[in-house]
């Protein structure tokens, strides 16, 4: 629900920070997970093509609290989790291995 939220609230781009009103609607929320004591979330982004990706993350988080908000305003929540983005590096990741992987199935081939 958080994630849906935060999707909805990016896309729609209603921030100060000068940065998200150009990149905002950019930016894909791949997951939140929430402390057990729903206090804390923390939502994995990725900027489109990893662009602006140094100006983007400090600029959520600048706008965690507006967010916040929003998150209360739209979720029936008996707390509103304390917000924190962080660069998701799943797919870098998945890439990294694909490729590792790829040089493995290469050098078998070649013997």
Do not use: W
Not at 25 to 54: C, F, M, Q, W
Not at 91 to 96: H, L
């Amino acid at each position: 629900q958080i994630k849906h939220v935060l999707a909805d609230a990016l896309l729609r781009g209603h921030f100060q920070n000068p940065v998200l009103l150009d990149s905002a609607s950019l930016v894909t929320v791949t997951e939140v997970r929430v402390s057990p004591d729903l206090k804390h979330a923390t939502a994995y982004v990725i900027p489109l093509g990893g662009a602006n990706l140094d100006e983007i993350m400090p600029a959520l988080n600048d706008e965690a609290h507006t967010l916040q908000k929003e998150i209360n305003r739209q979720t029936q929540l008996k707390f509103t989790p304390k917000l924190q983005f962080r660069f998701d590096e799943t797919f870098d990741k998945a890439n990294r291995l694909e490729s590792i992987f790829s040089n493995i199935k290469y050098s078998d081939q070649e013997e």
